[in-house]
């Protein structure tokens, strides 16, 4: 009799272990304690089903495969060189396409700015809530959201459930212990003298401790009266990798050397002996621009150096370096 009490009890806290419902907290989700990330992306009027709700869901998104890859950067502020674009930004995810810039405390993730590649600057005077803390399932907020750029305004409206947990299969992985969030986007964006109505539906796949999205599914629908059957566009993109290639932590021993410094503005050396050099930039102290190169990695290999013809001016300049371990900066002095 012992023996069937003790078999149960086992049995019970396996059950237990299965329905386990997940919880993840503001440090279990800190894009800053990562380098960067990379996804795939695919577009367009073909449907991809977002899968159930509930407890112990399984999304299986295996058969849409992307091509696309984007390569995402992780900055933190003040630290980063785009940081002052946003004062209020603690953060910003940086790819060849734009930068975005989100606040994050313990209560919650917002986005409060966006600026493109070609140096289009939008800033939100009423920042759009993307997580509240601690995300778990059936947990629920609403919120309005203003932003405003060059090009146009946008207003909206957000209502956001975390609809389900469990396992979410990718043409990369699967992942256990997930939490999806739904989240419906009523927005008016006006540009040009013309406003353009859409919902937009986002379905967004976490799991603690991995920092990013797992994935992410766009329904956009534009609200068109002469075009009632306006056909709807799906935006999928999904983590590359798996397990521990699915970002890259951050690592302090990487070690990168700038000198001289202090400089006489016509020359600089840069070398590491851990990591191969990809990009440099070089920003005055009001954040604009004054030099960028490439660096072919194949022939600069962990060396490279920068001469001008003309000196720089007298001043304090931040010295961003790209790398295969992520960016770096330290501030240089031109004497």
Not at 60 to 89: I, R
Request: include cysteine.
């Amino acid at each position: 009799m012992k023996k069937n009490i003790i078999t149960l009890a086992l049995a019970g806290s396996c059950a237990m272990a299965v329905t386990a419902q997940p919880v993840i907290t503001a440090a279990d989700f800190d894009p800053t304690k990562i380098n960067g990330y990379s996804f795939l992306h695919r577009s367009g009027n073909q449907v991809i089903e977002p899968g159930p709700e509930g407890a112990n869901a399984n999304w299986d998104l295996s058969a849409y495969n992307a091509s696309t890859q984007f390569d995402y950067t992780v900055q933190k502020c003040p630290g980063g060189t785009d940081c002052g674009k946003v004062p209020e930004a603690t953060e910003y995810l940086k790819s060849s396409l734009a930068s975005v810039f989100f606040k994050k405390d313990a209560d919650s993730w917002q986005q409060v700015g966006e600026l493109s590649a070609s140096n289009s600057l939008v800033r939100f005077s009423d920042p759009l809530k993307m997580l509240e803390f601690p995300v778990k399932f059936q947990e629920t907020f609403s919120d309005n959201y203003a932003s405003s750029s060059n090009q146009g305004s946008k207003t909206g409206s957000i209502s956001s459930i975390i609809d389900g947990y469990g396992t979410l299969t990718t043409p990369s992985g699967t992942y256990t212990g997930v939490l999806r969030q739904k989240m419906v986007d009523e927005a008016a964006t006006e540009a040009s003298g013309a406003t353009v109505n859409t919902t937009t539906t986002t379905y967004q796949w976490y799991k603690a401790g991995v920092h990013f999205p797992l994935a992410t599914l766009i329904i956009m629908a534009f609200n068109i009266p002469e075009v009632p059957n306006y056909p709807k566009n799906y935006t999928l993109t999904y983590a590359k990798g798996s397990g521990t290639s699915l970002q890259n932590t951050k690592k302090s021993s990487v070690h990168l050397d700038i000198f001289p410094n202090p400089s006489d503005g016509r020359s600089l050396q840069i070398s590491s002996a851990a990591t191969r050099l990809q990009a440099v930039q070089l920003y005055d102290i009001t954040g604009r621009s004054v030099y960028q190169q490439t660096i072919d990695p194949l022939k600069a290999g962990n060396n490279v150096q920068l001469q001008w013809d003309r000196a720089l001016s007298k001043g304090i300049y931040l010295c961003t370096v790209t790398t295969a371990e992520g960016q770096f900066s330290q501030k240089i002095v031109v004497q």
